[in-house]
């Protein structure tokens, strides 16, 4: 019976997050689903009480340490709601739009931008840094030239995630070799094995589909561009910014440092180059106080700017800090989830069920395959699933004489790349915010975060490359 009640909080979040996803949309993230993940809690500590006999003061303490150890993070989503409303209204974003819909030819976007996404994530070692940047950008250029906010957000997460697990600057890489006591740099080359075929998958995936579209475009581009310059001032000196931003990344000053100051850049930027955006958004004639009130909003507030062309405003609205409320709120309810399942052992008894399944190499790859996913689905979040499925299965693999790079590899397979597919969990939260695309719309596109862990089994069933200690 121990296996039944540590299943029914899981069963019963997923069945209700279903229904109200089910009958609220993308509205389900504005309170319902907040609220199925808080019932949840208190199945789950209800259970946790009277059936397994667990103090309430030992599963508060649990969530207590939780929520501390989200404190970073969640500043950081303030700061990347700040970010992302500067960067629009200071016409850095608009920019970016303005010159990559010239310079990319819509045939090759889809690839393009995962290419992309992929290269600045490896630069900057962070998934999130490159989609509240040049994700948003590509997301503009790509609904201008017509296609779906699924493809275009699978080809950005594709690109930003492998470029998370294959940097040396990546926290989750870091984390997962170091915890498995794998060598950073032959963590990396190890996962060359699975992630490279995964990604050339994805790329020729989407060369296919760029090809294949019927250049459903609503909008010219003449109409966008010219819609865009009659409203900023689009120059060259706004990629300051941008310029500045990967120069902090390059001398790896802490994420929350890099964030504020281009936040704050580009506020200042916005007052010398777009005064007449601020006094848009201030709604009071121009004057030193309306553009500071623009400014302001622009970082904080929803800020609407009219263009005439219906795509290009929507494109140009954003939500600065208060856009990220929502997510923060949903993060909070997640982390009480899986802090009160931690704290009852459910996530162990669960984890037994898995154990039998170990005994071979496919059996062993696949359980932490399927760990990951699940750890991310109830943990809510990619570093807590990475942690418990290291201390899960370090033992099993060195018990069965594995080298300890493919535990480390089969994380990365699973838990760093499947976060984000997650509707609830921080990662699947924080992108489906930033970009303005629900995570289910996103999830049939994200190719390389559903391959990943396919491919990762594969190998191990292949045995390719995968010794035992001798």
Known sequence: MKYFWSLFPVIFLVAFLSLVIH?????????????????????AAMISIFYFKRPWKVLEEEIGKSIGSIGAPIVILLLIGMLSGTWMTSGIVP????YGMQLINPRVFLLSSCVISAIVSVMTGSSWTTVATIGIALMGIGRAEGFSDGWIAGSILSGAYFGDKMSPLSDTTVLASSLCGTPLFTHIRYMVITTVPAFTITLVIFLFAGFMAQNPTDVSTVTFTTALASKYNLTPWLFIVPLVTAWMIYRKMPAIVILFASSLLAAIFAVIFQPQVLTEISGAPYSALSLFKGAMESGFGTTEVHTGVKAVDELLATRGMQGMLNTIWIILCAICFGGVLKASGMLQHVVELILPLTGTRVGLVASTVV??????????DQFL??????????EIYKDEGYEPRLLSRSIEDSSTVTSVLIPWST?????STVLGVPTLTYLPYCFFNLLAPLVSITVAAIGYKIYRNR
Request: glycine share 10%.
């Open 23 to 43: 009958i609220y949309g993308i509205d389900a993230l504005s309170g319902p689903s907040q609220l199925v993940l808080i019932l949840s809690t208190g199945i």
């Open 95 to 98: 920019t970016f739009i303005y």
């Open 371 to 380: 760990s990951g996913i699940f750890f991310n689905a109830t943990a809510a």
């Open 385 to 394: 699933s990475i942690m418990l499925n290291a201390s899960m299965f370090s």
């Open 427 to 431: 990662c699947g939260m924080t992108q």
